[in-house]
Structures are given as C-alpha cells and as structure tokens.
C-alpha cells in the first residue's frame, strides 16, 4: 500500500506543477497592475479623497504642535478642522463609490 502511495504522489505532484506552467503561459500576456500603478489610477478616479487625508493630516498635525506649545485655543480649532476634513473625506469615498458604481451599470448597458 505504500509503494501505491508513492507512485501516485509524485504523478500528482508532476500534474499539478504542469497545470501551473500551463496557466502562467496563458497569462503571460496580461499586465499585472503594480501597487503604484493602482494607487495613481484611484487618486485618478477620486482625487476629492487624498485631498481630504491631507486636509485631516495637516489639521491634525498643527494642532497637536499647537498643543505641545500650550495655545489650548488654536489646539482646539484644529482639532474640530480636522472632524470637519475626516467628514469631507467620508463624503468623498461614498461619492466616489457611487459614481464608480453608476459607471459600472453604464457600461454594463452598452
């Protein structure tokens, strides 16, 4: 029963290892899309969304070098920009989303 055993796994094995050689020259032909390439092509579908991380950053960063300096006021002001500059970023995702969506089923229709 093991001499069975061991003649069929490396069969196995070998079948598995020419299904991948098979698969990877059927695609070999098709541009895998790189993390940068992706990330350039999102800011260009939705570029409200970067500008609003940036807003949140920025926001958040000058309040807390406010705070560490001790202007308890500007500190404050910042930190309700920075609510305000997370909320025009949600907003921009679910438009975004949206408008991706709508312009799937366009699409879907031709």
Not at 4 to 30: C, F, G, H, N
Request: hydrophobic share 40%; aromatic share 8%; proline share 3%.
């Amino acid at each position: 029963m093991s001499n069975t055993q061991t003649a069929t796994a490396p069969s196995v094995k070998q079948q598995a290892e020419l299904e991948w050689i098979q698969m990877r020259a059927d695609y070999a032909d098709i541009h895998a899309e790189t993390t940068r390439e992706k990330m350039e092509r999102k800011i260009r579908e939705n570029p409200l969304v970067p500008i609003g991380c940036a807003a949140t950053l920025g926001a958040l960063s000058f309040g807390l070098w406010n705070f560490r300096q001790g202007k308890t006021k500007m500190s404050q002001y910042m930190m309700r920009a920075r609510i305000l500059a997370q909320g025009f970023t949600v907003v921009a995702l679910i438009v975004g989303v949206g408008m991706t969506y709508t312009k799937k089923k366009d699409e879907e229709k031709k």
